[in-house]
């Protein structure tokens, strides 16, 4: 018996192949200088070799798709979504979400959690109805001034900061506890 190690012969034959046992190594050389894909096991690489010195270099399907890696698009060529288009599952904040947004709410639109947290309730719903909804929501309330919200939110926090300082053996708990009778009383 010859050696395995012994190179394949670039114009073996089917019979001359199958009749002798070749390493793995000079089976991936041979598929390398044929441009046969040389992955797998021995056995996997054998059968790939028959295929070849039978039926003729065959085109291979790939086994996976090659990844594109990252690419930086060009957001001017990017058109900005439509009030028709659905809004995802878990919108994120892209180009064409936001020139949407700023388009139909204004300049002063942000993604902010609050917004983002709206959302997730119109994922798979047009972007349309979203906006709509969206207004009736963040408008302010008959009677109170657009930064009213804010301001309780500001008095909200002074008040927990005062109340821990004054407190300091106190929870943050008892704190809205106290807030809550504060305000609701």
Known sequence: MANPRTPLPHNITLPEFEAREWSKKVMMAYCKDHDIDASGNREEIRAKIIEYLKYGKQEKEPTRTPRLGYRRRNRNQEEPAKAEDLVPVNMKNTYRSRAFFLKELGPQFR???????????????????????????????????????????????????AY????????????????YEKTHS
Do not use: C, M
């Open 164 to 179: 821990q300082e004054k407190h300091p053996d106190r929870t943050l708990r008892d704190a809205i506890v106290a807030w």
């Open 111 to 161: 993604f902010t959690r609050i917004f983002r947290e709206f959302a997730r309730q119109y994922q798979g719903q047009p972007y349309g109805r979203l906006v709509e909804a969206w207004k009736s929501y963040a408008q302010p309330k008959e009677g109170q001034s657009p930064q009213a919200e804010n301001e309780n939110d500001v008095e909200y926090q002074k008040f927990i900061h």
